[in-house]
T-cell receptor
Framework: DQQVKQNSPSLSVQEGRISILNCDYT??????FLWYKKYPAEGPTFLIS?????DKNEDGRFTVFLNKSAKHLSLHIVPSQPGDSAVYFC??????????FGAGTRLTVKP | DSGVTQTPKHLITATGQRVTLRCSPR?????VYWYQQSLDQGLQFLIQ???????AKGNILERFSAQQFPDLHSELNLSSLELGDSALYFC????????????FGSGTQLSVL
């Protein structure tokens, strides 16, 4: 069951520009959302999270926006750097227990 | 380094065989999660343990089983292997029971030939 969806398998942006990665979810019980970044041959690493009581969370170049009514969240990276090239996973959880992940979006930042 | 250790890194086996994947969580973490990533697929949640007890089950096949031992390490057992079981298997750990970030190991690449 695809409770967390990332509809764009890939995204390519120019260095210095904004990268916007999108994620949609179907389970209205989700109350905690995260973004993970994955480089080849490594496990995913935590990037940024947001609780359902907020609509925005910022950490340096990374900002996550949450639109609960639309069941949509997005990750903005500004400015994008070549080192940001990786696969980005959106994840969501509903209280204690499992965490569900999207299929991932491969971001390529061109110099 | 996430602090989560998975062994082995690579495993090649034949159909019908049984394998065991091992995970040592970060020091102090009580929860262990197992995920499967097939080609071009996202991370499919398999199962979660907290302090030795099963807490949540996802899309885990009946041929698969897992357990968490008193020292908190976990093993994922895959039996009667099929070609479609070839995937990257990740283990993750966290301090509590959920709604917190997970720390992932680097995965075990399983190839069933």
């Amino acid at each position: 069951d695809q409770q967390v969806k990332q509809n764009s398998p890939s995204l390519s942006v120019q260095e210095g520009r904004i990268s916007i990665l999108n994620c949609d979810y179907t389970n209205s019980m989700f109350d905690y959302f995260l973004w993970y970044k994955k480089y080849p041959a490594e496990g995913p690493t935590f990037l940024i999270s947001i609780s359902s009581i907020k609509d925005k969370n910022e950490d340096g170049r990374f900002t996550v926006f949450l639109n609960k009514s639309a069941k949509h969240l997005s990750l903005h990276i500004v400015p994008s750097q070549p080192g940001d090239s990786a696969v980005y996973f959106c994840a969501a959880s509903a209280g204690p227990n499992d965490m569900r992940f999207g299929a991932g979006t491969r971001l390529t930042v061109k110099p | 380094d996430s602090g989560v250790t998975q062994t082995p890194k690579h495993l090649i086996t034949a159909t019908g065989q049984r394998v065991t994947l091992r995970c040592s969580p970060r020091s102090g973490d009580l929860s262990v999660y197992w995920y499967q990533q097939s080609l071009d697929q996202g991370l499919q949640f398999l199962i979660q343990y907290y302090n030795g007890e099963e807490r949540a089950k996802g899309n885990i096949l009946e041929r698969f089983s897992a357990q968490q031992f008193p020292d908190l390490h976990s093993e994922l057992n895959l039996s009667s292997l099929e070609l479609g079981d070839s995937a990257l298997y990740f283990c993750a750990s966290s301090p509590g029971q959920g709604n917190e970030k997970l720390f992932f190991g680097s995965g075990t690449q399983l190839s069933v030939l």
